[in-house]
């Protein structure tokens, strides 16, 4: 399907838009920092909370996600000194900003899913 006339970029919005998209997947892409960040939308937890909210990470790998969200500044990481010393980590008020892509994240996603069940169901009943 070709874009319309007026849907069509000129080249130095395409390449600005692109270089958009690059930095926006270089910080939140991946198969896990969406979903680290989604875990902790429902408040702070410890990392083997975590760990076992996003199905599938490994401590090592969860360690690296979670560093360069820190580095972002999606998360902070709270240290509590006591007996046993526990971590905690958190959104940053920062992170609220990708609420907006996600909700619609989310809504394309459920879209997608019913659309490709219904592809899968006039398929087989295709004779």
Known sequence: MKPKDSQRL???????RLSAVEDALYVIGGKWKLRIIIALMEG????NELQRTVKGISA???SSELKMLEINGFVTREVYTGSPVAVEYQ???YSSTLHKVLDELV???????EKVKEQW?????TP
């Open 91 to 93: 959104l940053t008020d």
């Open 10 to 16: 000129d080249s130095d919005k395409c390449i600005s």
């Open 44 to 47: 702070p937890k410890r990392f």
């Open 60 to 62: 090592k790998v969860l």
């Open 107 to 113: 809504k394309w996603g459920n879209m997608h899913r």
């Open 121 to 125: 169901k006039e398929k087989e009943a």
